[in-house]
T-cell receptor
Framework: GESVGLHLPTLSVQEGDNSIINCAYS??????FIWYKQESGKGPQFIID?????DKRQGQRVTVLLNKTVKHLSLQIAATQPGDSAVYFC????????????FGGGTRLMVKP | ETGVTQSPTHLIKTRGQQVTLRCSSQ?????VSWYQQALGQGPQFIFQ???????GRGNFPPRFSGLQFPNYSSELNVNALELDDSALYLC?????????????FGPGTRLLVL
């Protein structure tokens, strides 16, 4: 079936460096993509989203890039901080599938002080 | 904080029992989705309710059922609990009814089935 996956299960970065978390998706008809951050014992927290008619969107310290040609999504975090340590999920929505989110398995980001 | 609340926070049940989990959506949101998150995995979609009607269902058996109330709060009911039902159950609200709106998650209910 259609799925969203991540290339790296664990990413370790030095505090202050930039982080890049990657995601491959398989449903070329997906309309909407979201990055979530999940800290231990908490629900996923919305970070940033992007619609399929865009290729880049910027937020505060975060940028999402969408490459529809190769079905690739990435989350860039600038000046990574210890508070960024968490598991990051990308998720996609294919609206004809009833607006359900399809999540990948997640990437754990570890920030070293 | 997303404004989405869930109760209880933790729950322990035994195999064969039934459980009801509750979710209050963010103010102004009329769509509630439920997800199951097993340890170390991403959330899996169970079903979604929009204006009190089921609006999509994932690959879960009928013993997983739901309800949405006029105030848009929601319940997830699981009958005949199995050990594999042990997971974090998340609800997410979105709205005001447009497909593709961002879903905001509650903190989850951690269910342990013994």
């Amino acid at each position: 079936g259609e799925s969203v996956g991540l290339h790296l299960p664990t990413l370790s970065v030095q505090e202050g460096d930039n982080s890049i978390i990657n995601c491959a998706y398989s449903n070329s008809a997906s309309d909407y993509f979201i990055w979530y951050k999940q800290e231990s014992g908490k629900g996923p927290q919305f970070i940033i989203d992007i619609r399929s008619n865009m290729d880049k969107r910027q937020g505060q310290r975060v940028t999402v890039l969408l490459n529809k040609t190769v079905k690739h999504l990435s989350l860039q975090i600038a000046a990574t901080q210890p508070g960024d340590s968490a598991v990051y999920f990308c998720a996609e929505i294919f609206n004809n599938a009833g607006n359900m989110l399809t999540f990948g398995g997640g990437t754990r980001l570890m920030v070293k002080p | 904080e997303t404004g989405v609340t869930q109760s209880p926070t933790h729950l322990i049940k035994t195999r064969g029992q039934q459980v009801t989990l509750r979710c209050s959506s963010q103010s102004g949101h009329n769509t509630v989705s439920w997800y199951q998150q097993a340890l170390g995995q991403g959330p899996q979609f169970i079903f979604q309710y929009y204006r009190e009607e089921e609006n999509g269902r994932g690959n879960f058996p009928p013993r997983f059922s739901g309800l949405q109330f006029p105030n848009y709060s929601s319940e997830l009911n699981v009958n005949a609990l199995e050990l594999d039902d042990s997971a974090l159950y998340l609800c997410a609200s979105s709205g005001p009814g447009t497909l593709g709106e961002t879903q905001y998650f509650g903190p989850g209910t951690r269910l342990l089935v013994l």
